[in-house]
């Protein structure tokens, strides 16, 4: 959410930042919003003043005056609330500020290679697709979950879930052991102000799954990444700074309707309407974001160099950011099959953009607040974290070899086969 008053006394800043993302937002028509609703307000006040004068006054004779003005108050408010309402409508669909030294570009082949880590595997035979190891070992079925749910999503059977599930444990392991994250179990379900709270709603409501509840409460969306749910942890707060950074970690279902991505990898795990993800969110004072994405974004690949699995890691552009990010890392990792590599993780500082959204401050001195700055970064996707290993570990007979860490979490076994 933005400042409407840092939009009326920076406009141009304002729509050159907004450029920089490729939008043309009709600026004018937010701050003629804001003087009307401005106007309003001191108009209510004025009459509310005079109201309280003649209540002073005790004088009969203006009781019917009295009166009027209420009447009067009672439609300015009504108008004012409406005014407020179209100008917070126009703002909660606006993306966040690209930070200074992200670069400019529309779409993702404006992004640019940081670094790339790991040696991309040589196979003496032509590598298979994850999907067809796993159908191969009888361990992947799209075919049954089509049949019990729908397309796009998978059974992960035998040997395969005990690796998933392997690879959760050794990354919240890792990011508690050694990341410094507070493992939470977070509810799978969020409220609409939550969603709101991280910029799924009101702009990507289509892209949301929705409970039907039979009250008439709060609307319910199943969570599309943790992030919403860790990062709502401290909405309507006022954190004390002695407690600052907050860093959270969690495994959990994810649920995305994945609209507009139709056509896009419909073959396999890579695009899920559910899947596993282990996501980190961290809570800082507002000047340690920029530091705070660097240890965020090294989090996540620690991961992957304790894996042995090649990557590289990407600046995302101003065009291909997400919506409530103002600077991201996109990690990626090699998928043999396809010969590049693809989004394992993304880690992203919203700065205050969220923490406006949810009214959440921390506490500076005795006197002032200041809203809080956010992260989230994935720590990794469980699930295309399978379809590297499944991949780049894979042998010529179809069995997939263990990476080293994980041989404890999967009772010692080093090698998946069909026996």
């Known amino acids: ?8 006394n920076n406009k141009d800043i304002f729509i050159e930042s907004l450029r920089k993302r490729f939008l043309d937002i009709k600026v004018k028509t937010i701050l003629d919003l804001d003087e009307r609703n401005r106007k309003l307000i001191q108009e209510k006040e004025n009459l509310e ?20 003005i209420s009447e009067a108050i009672s439609k300015l408010n009504k108008t004012q609330i409406e005014t407020k309402n179209k100008l917070d409508n126009i703002l909660s669909t606006i993306p966040n500020i690209p930070y200074k030294d992200v670069p400019i ?3 993702e082949s404006s992004n640019v290679e940081v670094s ?4 991309v595997p040589k196979f003496n035979f032509k590598p298979k697709s994850h999907y067809e190891l796993g159908k191969a070992l009888d361990m992947l079925d799209f075919d049954l979950a089509t049949k019990t749910t729908g397309s796009r999503f ?3 059977k035998d040997k395969l879930a ?9 990354m919240l392991d890792t990011h508690t052991k050694i990341n410094g994250y507070k493992e939470i179990s977070p509810p799978l379900i969020a409220s609409e102000s939550s969603m709101y709270g991280t910029g799924q709603l009101p702009k990507f409501e289509n892209d949301q799954f929705e409970l039907k509840l039979d009250d008439n409460s709060e609307r319910k969306f199943l969570i599309p990444t943790a992030e919403v749910i860790l990062t709502n942890m401290i909405k309507d707060q006022i954190v004390d700074k002695k407690n600052l950074p907050l860093r959270f970690v969690a495994s959990t279902a994810c649920f995305r309707k994945e609209a507009g991505s139709y056509g896009k990898d419909t073959r396999g795990m890579m695009r899920q309407h559910q899947f596993y993800k282990v996501e980190m969110v961290s ?10 994405l660097e240890r965020m974004t090294n989090s996540a690949t620690k991961i992957l160099d304790l894996l042995k699995l090649p990557y590289r890691k990407i600046i995302l552009c101003t065009g291909d950011m997400g919506f409530s990010a103002e600077k991201t890392f996109d990690i990626e990792v090699w998928i043999p099959s396809e010969n590049k590599y693809r989004e394992i993780s993304s880690c992203s500082s919203c700065g205050t953009f969220q923490s406006r959204r949810m009214k959440a401050r921390y506490k500076v001195n005795e006197k002032g607040t200041e809203f809080l700055g956010t992260l989230n970064g994935s720590g990794l996707a469980i699930g295309r974290t399978l379809i590297a290993i499944l991949e780049n570990c894979q042998q010529e007979d179809g069995s997939i070899k263990i990476p080293k860490v994980l041989i404890p979490y999967m009772n010692n076994l080093t090698k998946i086969d069909k026996k």
């Open 1 to 8: 959410m933005h400042n409407i008053k840092e939009i009326r």
């Open 116 to 119: 790339k880590f790991g040696i």
């Open 49 to 68: 003043k005079e109201k309280k004068d003649i209540s002073k006054s005790k004088d009969k004779l203006l009781f019917k005056k009295s009166k009027i």
């Open 162 to 170: 005990l690796l998933e599930r392997a690879i959760s444990n050794f």
């Open 283 to 292: 809570i800082v004072e507002s000047n340690q974001c920029m530091s705070e």
């Open 154 to 156: 998978v059974f992960v």
């Open 105 to 107: 570009g529309k779409d």
